[in-house]
């Protein structure tokens, strides 16, 4: 019997093929997360919504709605997703991006554009929201231990090349009519929608959801698939029986869904601490300024380095080709160098990074203004190769099987929520306070670095079982999580079964079955 297909790919070109359409979603999210900075201070921009001209609160109110949708989409799947799968979810959440951009780019001047615009924006940010909540835990639960690390990074780093191809966009469409100059940059990011709501269309379903649903055949038949194996190979099973071993320790077997209460309950699994890794992760991936430098770059150039608008787009665009490449250096190093030192050396960067930039601007000089330029081209290459990709990938395999998709979706909503607030104060920020916007940034990322060393476990090389075992092995002997990761060695598929066991995860219930067979068969010898 030949190995189950999907869109006629078994094995490994299935496997690429689930990364490359997931990962479009996030080219996508880059995408959308850029396009804004050329658009919102251009002449033809401002004439239609005159709402925007000159006016920094309004600027930045246009451009953080977009986050507010994120919220609402991350909302609905920490609601719904579990109910919907990943599948359903992802092709929803691209079906609705395209809607809110079709209402963005029909804004007309003899209407009310700038109320169908911010709908618009925040519809596709709806859409944003569900995708972002969803894709990372898709590609987590459909990923080979050896190489789930680098694909999630993979998604994260490609963020960086949606907002390169954002800002090129913006610039070269600057030198177009006043239509083309915003309408044709918004309505590009269609192209990645389509790519992502057509590829899922004939994508298998995550093996990890289809079990919690018990769609057992289904199930088996996806890991068979992604692993190029036929349904009934010893290691097909022996992975079939891991992951219910897995749900049936969370609590999870027989049931239709997971109670929110859930994530906030302690004991061997730790589902609140674990949730609380990962939205903090998020959160501060988004206090430490990054979109202060991302959406608002061509402004911070015009307005604290005293550049034209038309070289500031221009830079900001050399700027995302430095974030693009060093986005890329995290696929090299994330399984060898590991997450928590790649969150301890990114804030460093991202710390001295702003200190730099704040301590030029202080003597207020073009001369002096030119270091900060130095500054926060080496703030988004630090961000880029850490920052970037390591809270998408964190949060989805920090926690566990039963509370994986609402963990995900909380810490997606951090994201946005705060996302949506440095998005909304930074122009604010820079009109009144100056220089002390990246002082306050360098605090804050200073402040990151106690609660990454002590609070942060490793889980670069383990399975997302294995990452179960950590927790309880901290647990039960009281210790720091992060020493019990550093203790735990690491274990194969028979070591996982037998840890889990001993750390009373899962009952023997392989055994007491057995148990109770040859019960029976000794009750039938003694009737015979």
């Given at each position: 019997?030949?190995?189950?297909?999907?869109?006629?790919?078994?094995?490994?070109?299935?496997?690429?093929?689930?990364?490359?359409?997931?990962?479009?979603?996030?080219?996508?999210?880059?995408?959308?997360?850029?396009?804004?900075?050329?658009?919102?201070?251009?002449?033809?921009?401002?004439?239609?919504?005159?709402?925007?001209?000159?006016?920094?609160?309004?600027?930045?109110?246009?451009?953080?709605?977009?986050?507010?949708?994120?919220?609402?989409?991350?909302?609905?799947?920490?609601?719904?997703?579990?109910?919907?799968?990943?599948?359903?979810?992802?092709?929803?959440?691209?079906?609705?991006?395209?809607?809110?951009?079709?209402?963005?780019?029909?804004?007309?001047?003899?209407?009310?554009?700038?109320?169908?615009?911010?709908?618009?924006?925040?519809?596709?940010?709806?859409?944003?929201?569900?995708?972002?909540?969803?894709i990372p835990t898709y590609q987590a639960e459909c990923s080979r231990t050896s190489n789930r690390g680098l694909l999630i990074c993979i998604e994260g780093g490609v963020i960086a090349?949606?907002?390169?191809?954002?800002?090129?966009?913006?610039?070269?469409?600057?030198?177009?009519?006043?239509?083309?100059?915003?309408?044709?940059?918004?309505?590009?990011?269609?192209?990645?929608?389509?790519?992502?709501?057509?590829?899922?269309?004939?994508?298998?379903?995550?093996?990890?959801?289809?079990?919690?649903?018990?769609?057992?055949?289904?199930?088996?038949?996806?890991?068979?698939?992604?692993?190029?194996?036929?349904?009934?190979?010893?290691?097909?099973?022996?992975?079939?029986?891991?992951?219910?071993?897995?749900?049936?320790?969370?609590?999870?077997?027989?049931?239709?869904?997971?109670?929110?209460?859930?994530?906030?309950?302690?004991?061997?699994?730790?589902?609140?601490?674990?949730?609380?890794?990962?939205?903090?992760?998020?959160?501060?991936?988004?206090?430490?300024?990054?979109?202060?430098?991302?959406?608002?770059?061509?402004?911070?150039?015009?307005?604290?380095?005293?550049?034209?608008?038309?070289?500031?787009?221009?830079?900001?665009?050399?700027?995302?080709?430095?974030?693009?490449?060093?986005?890329?250096?995290?696929?090299?190093?994330?399984?060898?160098?590991?997450?928590?030192?790649?969150?301890?050396?990114?804030?460093?960067?991202?710390?001295?990074?702003?200190?730099?930039?704040?301590?030029?601007?202080?003597?207020?000089?073009?001369?002096?203004?030119?270091?900060?330029?130095?500054?926060?081209?080496?703030?988004?290459?630090?961000?880029?190769?850490?920052?970037?990709?390591?809270?998408?990938?964190?949060?989805?395999?920090?926690?566990?099987?039963?509370?994986?998709?609402?963990?995900?979706?909380?810490?997606?909503?951090?994201?946005?929520?705060?996302?949506?607030?440095?998005?909304?104060?930074?122009?604010?920020?820079?009109?009144?306070?100056?220089?002390?916007?990246?002082?306050?940034?360098?605090?804050?990322?200073?402040?990151?670095?106690?609660?990454?060393?002590?609070?942060?476990?490793?889980?670069?090389?383990?399975?997302?079982?294995?990452?179960?075992?950590?927790?309880?092995?901290?647990?039960?002997?009281?210790?720091?999580?992060?020493?019990?990761?550093?203790?735990?060695?690491?274990l194969t598929d028979e070591g996982i079964d037998a840890k889990a066991r001993e750390y009373g995860l899962v009952e023997d219930v392989r055994a007491g079955k057995q148990a109770e067979r040859l019960g029976g068969e000794l009750e039938v010898e003694k009737g015979v």
């Amino acid at each position: 019997m030949a190995p189950p297909t999907f869109m006629g790919l078994t094995g490994r070109p299935l496997s690429l093929m689930v990364s490359t359409v997931a990962t479009t979603g996030f080219v996508l999210f880059g995408y959308d997360q850029g396009v804004m900075s050329g658009i919102i201070t251009a002449p033809a921009f401002n004439n239609l919504f005159t709402a925007t001209k000159g006016n920094s609160t309004m600027q930045g109110f246009v451009t953080a709605i977009y986050e507010i949708g994120c919220l609402f989409g991350a909302v609905f799947i920490l609601s719904f997703g579990d109910f919907l799968g990943r599948r359903r979810a992802m092709m929803m959440g691209g079906s609705i991006m395209i809607l809110g951009v079709i209402i963005q780019v029909t804004s007309e001047r003899n209407s009310t554009p700038l109320a169908q615009f911010i709908v618009g924006r925040t519809i596709t940010g709806v859409g944003n929201g569900i995708n972002t909540s969803t894709i990372p835990t898709y590609q987590a639960e459909c990923s080979r231990t050896s190489n789930r690390g680098l694909l999630i990074c993979i998604e994260g780093g490609v963020i960086a090349f949606g907002t390169l191809v954002a800002y090129w966009i913006d610039y070269g469409a600057s030198y177009g009519s006043p239509d083309l100059t915003w309408r044709f940059p918004i309505a590009f990011q269609i192209v990645f929608a389509l790519i992502l709501v057509l590829g899922m269309v004939w994508l298998p379903e995550s093996p990890r959801w289809l079990l919690t649903r018990e769609r057992y055949e289904e199930g088996e038949t996806v890991i068979a698939a992604l692993r190029g194996l036929e349904r009934d190979d010893k290691e097909t099973q022996l992975q079939k029986q891991i992951i219910m071993d897995s749900i049936s320790a969370s609590g999870y077997a027989g049931r239709k869904g997971t109670p929110l209460k859930a994530v906030f309950s302690g004991g061997k699994t730790q589902h609140f601490r674990r949730m609380m890794l990962g939205v903090s992760s998020q959160f501060m991936q988004q206090v430490g300024g990054c979109n202060a430098v991302i959406y608002y770059f061509p402004i911070l150039f015009e307005q604290s380095i005293h550049q034209s608008h038309n070289i500031s787009l221009l830079l900001g665009g050399v700027n995302m080709i430095v974030y693009a490449i060093f986005a890329t250096v995290s696929w090299f190093i994330i399984e060898r160098v590991g997450r928590r030192k790649l969150f301890l050396w990114g804030t460093v960067g991202q710390c001295l990074s702003m200190v730099l930039v704040f301590a030029c601007l202080i003597p207020g000089t073009t001369a002096a203004a030119k270091g900060a330029a130095v500054g926060l081209f080496t703030y988004i290459a630090s961000f880029g190769a850490s920052w970037l990709p390591l809270p998408w990938l964190y949060p989805a395999e920090i926690n566990p099987i039963k509370t994986r998709q609402k963990a995900n979706a909380l810490s997606t909503c951090s994201n946005w929520l705060f996302n949506f607030l440095i998005v909304m104060i930074t122009p604010i920020m820079i009109t009144n306070i100056h220089w002390g916007t990246y002082l306050f940034f360098a605090i804050v990322n200073a402040c990151f670095l106690p609660v990454i060393y002590f609070t942060y476990p490793e889980t670069a090389r383990r399975s997302l079982e294995e990452v179960d075992i950590i927790f309880a092995k901290g647990y039960r002997d009281n210790i720091g999580y992060v020493k019990a990761a550093r203790e735990l060695e690491f274990l194969t598929d028979e070591g996982i079964d037998a840890k889990a066991r001993e750390y009373g995860l899962v009952e023997d219930v392989r055994a007491g079955k057995q148990a109770e067979r040859l019960g029976g068969e000794l009750e039938v010898e003694k009737g015979v």
